[in-house]
């Protein structure tokens, strides 16, 4: 079974500052990679996914994630944060070819400040 | 745009009762699936069904059933509530074919006593 590590549990920046949300996973095959956000009192959407091809891969309001296969990472990044950012954000991963089954990791709460 | 609706926002039930937490969605997605988030633990899937009249156990299936009877509806169902049932639980729904994406619900707060 699969499972996902996100090591940052509660990241507090500023505006503008940069960053990179890590997210490795342990599987032996092919995986589709996924980030979800979910901001204060709203529904969990996805922020972006990777399921083969170029291996960095941009998403909604200027995130991208990096997947790296020899190091079982697809970490998140941002060059410069707003206050808007403040969200808990989420990786998941499931096995190609599988009816969609994800596998979460634990979290990572975001706290940008003005 | 996808939608996914949830009966109840909040909930508040008492231990022993018999729980039902409904979902709805719009777009004729074949897979459903129902999990609970709890703060440090992440999401942990419950149930998924890929099919009507068809589930499947994920994670922590102990303590919960659900009931798919219609392609747009998925129901979680606790039998006898318990205080370690407290939690968000969120249904999400996806296409079956190709990579998908999970479209979700805004999640059901329940709250045991």
């Known amino acids: 079974a699969q499972s996902v590590s996100q090591h940052n549990h509660h990241v507090i920046l500023s505006e503008a500052a940069s960053l990179e949300l890590g997210c490795n996973y342990s599987?032996?095959?092919?995986?589709?990679l996924f980030w979800y956000v979910q901001y204060p009192g709203q529904h969990l959407q996805l922020l972006l996914k990777?399921?083969?091809?170029?291996?960095l891969v941009k998403g909604i309001k200027g995130f991208e994630a990096e997947f790296i296969k020899s190091k079982f990472s697809f970490n998140l990044r941002k060059p410069s944060v707003q206050w808007s950012d403040t969200a808990e954000y989420f990786c998941?991963?499931?096995?190609?070819?599988?009816?969609?089954?994800?596998?979460f990791g634990t979290g990572t709460r975001l706290q940008v400040t003005l | 745009d996808v939608k996914v609706t949830q009966s109840s926002r909040y909930l508040v039930k008492r231990t022993g009762e018999k729980v039902f937490l409904e979902c709805v969605q719009d777009?004729?997605?074949?897979?459903m699936f129902w999990y609970r988030q709890d703060p440090g633990l992440g999401l942990r899937l419950i149930y998924f069904?890929?099919?009507?009249?068809?589930?499947e156990k994920g994670d922590i299936p102990e303590g919960y059933s659900v009931s798919r009877e219609k392609k747009e509806r998925f129901s979680l169902i606790l039998e006898s509530a318990s205080t370690n049932q407290t939690s968000m639980y969120l249904c999400?729904?996806?296409?079956?074919?190709?990579?998908?994406?999970?479209?979700f619900g805004p999640g059901t707060r329940l709250t045991v006593l």
């Open positions: 999400a729904s996806s296409e079956m074919t190709g990579p998908d994406t999970q479209y």
């Open positions: 599987y032996g095959g092919t995986v589709n």
């Open positions: 990777y399921f083969s091809g170029d291996p």
């Open positions: 998941a991963v499931a096995p190609s070819g599988t009816a969609s089954k994800l596998t």
């Open positions: 777009m004729d997605h074949e897979n």
């Open positions: 069904s890929y099919d009507v009249k068809m589930k």
